[in-house]
């Protein structure tokens, strides 16, 4: 035999540490994006989640300016933490929609009341049905849909502090 | 004392974060026609799920699986075939949200290890054969 063949499996193994190590370093991104970006909002039509707020359907999104959809529900606990930067988004002048999955209205009307509430519209995805339309895996997830109604923008989880500037320059951009 | 714990972890509610909705229609029944059920189940072991991401939507008991089986049952009781379902969601959520590899490039190699495999078993068995008679 000759050297070379002698040291393949150890060579081998050698590779398969710098492959695991490798991955290990540098795990893999196990979120599911959304294929939608780019392409135009699908068509649905939300009942209204509260008596007091407007539904939301696919043409309330393409009305000429950019709208912030945001993908949210009253039982969610992530969606707690990203509330006040929704706020702080709508302070700033920032629109924002609400699609709210599985949820009930007084549910949905406790949970505003105790978080604040950012959304100038919310309808009641009660099959999950849009946010399977929308690709979104879970909630919260946040959508930034231009004036034509092209979805431009994905963020999957809670926003954080520092996704608000992007997310309004983003939404800024997008102005016409 | 321990058996107070015990009834106390019973007692606590899963943080888990699940709605207080009840589950979809089609969620967890099967469809009156035994065909039609047959292929939606087929197709629900082939999805997968997008929250337990290593379980397919007919094993999970997430609520969007739930969900997702209520919305292949009743697309397959409205007359659609699988592959229109699987890929209106490849559609949103991308290849990956399938188990069976689709066509696409980089699934190639997958279909054509096995020829590759076989084919260098083919090599080695030839050359085993050969050297035998020479022996």
New interface residues.
């Given amino acids: 035999m000759s050297r070379a063949v002698r040291f393949a499996p150890l060579a081998l193994l050698a590779l398969l540490i710098v492959a695991l190590v490798w991955r290990l370093a540098k795990p893999v991104d196990t979120s599911v994006h959304s294929t939608l970006e780019g392409k135009e909002v699908p068509a649905f039509a939300l009942p209204a989640a509260l008596p007091s707020k407007p539904a939301l359907n696919a043409a309330d999104l393409a009305t000429g300016k950019p709208h912030l959809v945001n993908v949210f529900a009253s039982w969610c606990v992530p969606c707690i933490t990203e509330m006040p930067l929704l706020l702080e988004l709508k302070r700033q002048g920032v629109g924002i929609d609400g699609i709210a999955v599985r949820d009930r209205p007084q549910d949905i009307a406790a949970f505003l009341k105790e978080r604040g509430d950012p959304y100038g519209s919310i309808g009641a995805d009660l099959n999950s049905n849009v946010q399977m339309q929308f690709g979104a895996s879970g909630v919260p997830e946040t959508f930034i849909v231009d004036p034509y109604g092209i979805v431009r923008y994905q963020h999957i989880g809670p926003l954080e502090p520092k996704d608000v500037a992007i997310i309004r320059d983003k939404w800024a951009s997008l102005r016409k | 004392m321990r058996i107070l714990l015990v009834l106390l972890v019973l007692l606590a509610v899963p ?1 888990f ?5 009840p589950p ?1 229609y089609w969620a967890n029944r099967q469809l009156p026609n035994a065909g039609q059920e047959a292929r939606a189940q087929a197709l629900m072991e082939e999805l997968r799920c ?2 337990c ?1 290593g379980q397919s939507i007919a094993d999970s008991d997430a ?2 699986a739930g ?2 089986r ?2 292949v049952r009743r697309r397959i009781a409205a007359g659609e075939t699988p592959s229109q379902i699987r890929s209106w ?6 290849t ?2 399938t188990y069976r590899p689709t066509n696409e490039p980089a699934a190639w190699p997958l279909w054509l290890a096995p020829l590759v495999l076989l084919l260098i078993g083919a090599v080695f068995v030839r050359r085993r054969i050969r050297l035998e008679r020479k022996a």
């Fill in positions: 943080a974060a699940d709605s207080d909705l979809a997008l929250v991401q609520e969007l969900d997702m209520d919305l969601l490849i559609q949103r959520y991308g990956w949200v």
